[in-house]
């Protein structure tokens, strides 16, 4: 492996952070500010300099880094005939494993911005500066090519009098190649000089030839992260064509930031792309590639397996007993985590702040609307449809432990409308509301009083005959004992309840039949106690109408009733109410659960 292990120690934020076995394939993922791009830099340094050894950083492995920083900026600056003659030729991965200055590019002074003047010109290229170096170094590098192709042929030609077009490499194929792959609906062109000028051309999607520089931000970019194993490509076919032997030197290619530009469709290809062609350099033996990214991209971390996923921590939330902030997935289940983390998945452990599981995204916003300083601490998940939180059990049990050792401290607030089995050790964290569902800590007749008083036409409100808060109490009673909320009440009750989960965990053999025969048992038991759960919902619900229990029944139902009695969006009603309610005035309970998570 051209990179084994490395070590970081009291470096910006960085307290330490160090990996012993490095996979082919390293994402890291974190919140702002926690050295994601600090680690990637030193480890470039170290190797480039080859002192393993250095302020702490201790680096095992060979190798040369090609470091691509987050800020990556396009420059105008052209290259012609006196560039190429000028500077040595040198390969793009060669550029972008030093720490060279500006000047050493010869970009032209009207080609940088104006702050990047002459005496200015030594800056080094680092995660705090615009990176001019990959766009440039691209133009160079090819037109570098396209001139040593000519020289080339002029050679072949002067010793042999004619040129074979097998002995000649087409440069142009390996790009035009990863064009095709990396960006859809592009194609490359070609490399032409024009008035001593090299110009790289491609053709977009209309059939239009346009300039490298003229490509789309994205395109260009996507370009620049794949060039690193086009470069090595070119630079094997030339050597070969030479009857020269390429330097096989190991890279370790280190990419912050990859999602800058780029649209999670070019994310996708261009990670593809990667993952190809690191298996088939590898599966080759001739020589070895390593790539580490660090990410917030939700696409990568989600097709990342993990044990190529790691987390960056801030120092002060890791366990006493741990010192390592950098934090391998390897032994967290996927199916867990995104039983938990809904639509973000493995993205959600990467926010740098405890989080706070709640049951859908209307929870959110009704927690947000409530307490308003809750997302100045805690990052707010919601966990997704009742049918993927039906092991949330599990997932609790099982997660939320293993969690708290790796520095992500999560909580939960569910409904109250599901048997739950937590194990002691985590009651603490998961707070079972005293009510069905979040939206019943909005049922308070002053405030939907106000809320209808403030929404509802002028005409409904005199229709309803509605003055006063103790009105809209007689209203959402009379709302309770009509036939359309009891029916419709009566069938989420009895719809939760035979709802049917089949659990295969402990099956010795998952064949086909076996499963049909636990399906069959399972169904077969819901169909016996449909005529007890059918009787029960009913007692359950004529007791909590009858003794206005609203806690019992289920809030959502009953604010849908009555944003359709004044013919209001429930979603403006929903947001009013959550938005004068006071924490004070919910239940002592629910308060102290969150007065813990915000202090």
């Known amino acids: 492996m051209s990179l084994d292990s490395f070590r970081v120690e009291d470096e910006g934020p960085i307290d330490t952070a160090f990996c012993d076995n490095v996979p082919s394939i390293m994402i890291v993922a974190g919140p702002n500010g926690v050295g994601k791009s600090t680690t990637f830099e030193f480890i470039a340094e170290c190797m480039d300099s080859n002192n393993h050894s250095r302020r702490g ?65 030594n800056i080094e290229r680092s995660s705090r500066e615009a990176d001019f170096a990959p766009y440039y170094e691209i133009k160079k590098r090819l037109a570098e090519l396209k001139s040593e192709r000519e020289r080339l042929v002029t050679n072949i030609l002067d010793r042999e009098g004619k040129v074979v077009s097998e002995n000649v490499p087409d440069i142009t194929e390996q790009l035009s190649t990863a064009v095709d792959d990396l960006l859809p609906g592009v194609t490359f062109d070609e490399i032409q000089k024009e008035d001593q000028t090299y110009l790289i051309y491609f053709e977009n999607r209309n059939g239009e030839r346009i300039e490298f520089d003229n490509l789309s931000s994205g395109e260009r970019d996507t370009v620049a992260l794949a060039f690193p194993f086009i470069d090595k490509k070119l630079e094997s076919e030339l050597a070969e064509a030479r009857n020269q032997t390429v330097s096989q030197e190991d890279l370790v290619l280190l990419i912050d930031s990859p999602e800058a530009y780029l649209h999670p469709s070019l994310q996708e290809h261009f990670f593809s792309y990667c993952r190809r062609e690191i298996k088939e350099i590898n599966e080759s033996k001739s020589w070895d590639v390593q790539l580490m990214m660090c990410t917030h991209s939700q696409m990568i971390l989600e097709n990342t397996p993990e044990e190529e996923l790691f987390f960056l921590h801030y120092y002060d939330d890791i366990p006493d007993e741990k010192s390592n902030q950098l934090i391998s997935a390897d032994d967290l289940d996927r199916d867990l985590i995104e039983t938990i983390s809904g639509d973000l998945g493995f993205a959600a ?69 599901r048997e739950w089995n937590l194990d ?56 309770i004992r009509s036939d359309r909320f009891k029916s419709r009440e009566l069938q989420k009750r009895i719809g939760d309840r035979l709802s049917i989960h089949i659990d295969v965990t402990g099956m010795e053999e998952l064949t086909e039949d076996r499963i049909r025969d636990r399906m069959e048992t399972t169904t077969n038991t819901k169909k016996d106690r449909i005529g007890r759960i059918i009787s029960e919902s009913q007692e359950r619900l004529d007791r909590a109408i009858n003794e206005e229990n609203f806690g019992s029944l289920n809030g959502k139902i009953i604010l849908s009733f009555v944003s359709d009695e004044f013919n209001v969006s429930q979603k403006h009603l929903t947001r009013y109410i959550a938005d004068k309610q006071s924490p004070t005035n919910l239940p002592p309970k629910y308060q102290d659960f969150i007065n813990k998570l915000i202090n």
């Open 424 to 479: 002691s050790n985590i009651e603490d964290r998961v707070f079972i509301l005293p009510v069905t569902c979040v939206e019943n800590l909005l049922l308070d007749p002053s405030l939907i009083y106000s809320a209808i008083d403030t929404l509802a036409d002028e005409t409904e409100i005199r229709s309803h005959n509605l003055r006063s808060a103790s009105d809209m109490s007689n209203i959402i009673n009379e709302i």
């Open 57 to 121: 950083e201790e680096i095992e492995g060979s190798g040369k880094p090609v470091y691509l920083s987050p800020h990556r900026a396009p420059t105008s600056a052209e290259i012609d005939d006196s560039i190429i003659m000028q500077s040595s030729s040198r390969t793009f991965n060669e550029a972008l494993s030093t720490q060279y200055t500006l000047s050493e590019n010869h970009f032209t002074s009207n080609s940088l911005p104006n702050f990047l003047n002459a005496p200015q010109s």
């Open 349 to 417: 452990l990467s926010t740098g702040k405890p989080l706070l599981l709640v049951e859908g995204r209307s929870d959110k916003k009704i927690l947000r609307k409530i307490h308003r300083d809750l997302d100045a601490n805690l990052e707010i998940i919601p966990m997704g449809s009742k049918s993927s939180v039906q092991g949330v059990n599990k997932a609790f049990n099982e997660l939320l432990p293993k969690l708290s050792t790796m520095g992500v401290e999560v909580h939960a607030i569910v409904d109250r409308d």
